[in-house]
């Protein structure tokens, strides 16, 4: 009787390793497809943030350009000449100060994609590592099954051994 309970228990054991192995593989698996549409996200939101960057970069030279014909006009208005001295070098400096502006715009719009892209990667790895821990855990759960199962059996064939010397 008691190397059958010992039998009965090492199956038990066994099934329940395997069980468990299954349920962690499976839980890693959502975890890795998680990752790969936190990936699929960020890709998205990076090629925003870069698509509102080169808008902002264009509406900030579009800014200039008003702001330079608005000084033009201005200073025609009053009769200075726009073509050389002073006039001109304020139009300059107006045109370098919003080239700056328009440069700097690109700058961090590249700089926020290339982070929110980092991300993404992140995401892809992270989830690559899922699917390999979903592939060990159920690999180690059914050695360990079978581990636990030979060292059983093998338990329960020593019981049953001693038990036919005795008799």
């Not at 009787?1 to 959502?30: D, H, P, R, V």
């Not at 995401?123 to 592939?135: C, G, I, P, T, V």
């Not at 338990?155 to 049953?160: E, H, Q, T, V």
């Amino acid at each position: 009787m008691g190397t059958a309970l010992m039998i009965g228990g090492t199956l038990l054991s066994g099934a329940g390793q395997i069980a468990s192995a299954n349920a962690q593989s499976q839980a890693a698996k959502y975890n890795a497809e998680v990752q790969r549409q936190n990936a699929q996200l960020a890709d998205r939101q990076a090629k925003n943030v870069l698509d509102a960057g080169t808008r902002e970069e264009q509406k900030q030279k579009a800014m200039t350009s008003q702001l330079m014909a608005k000084q033009q006009a201005a200073m025609a208005a009053n009769g200075v000449d726009t073509t050389f001295g002073t006039p001109l070098d304020l139009m300059v400096d107006t045109a370098k100060q919003g080239a700056i502006d328009a440069l700097t715009i690109r700058t961090n719009a590249y700089r926020n994609y290339d982070d929110v892209r980092n991300q993404a990667v992140s995401y892809r790895n992270q989830s690559a590592l899922y699917d390999m821990e979903a592939k060990n855990s159920r690999t180690a759960g059914i050695l360990g099954a079978f581990g636990s199962m030979a060292s059983g059996f093998g338990g329960a064939y020593s019981n049953y051994v001693k038990m036919k010397s005795i008799h």
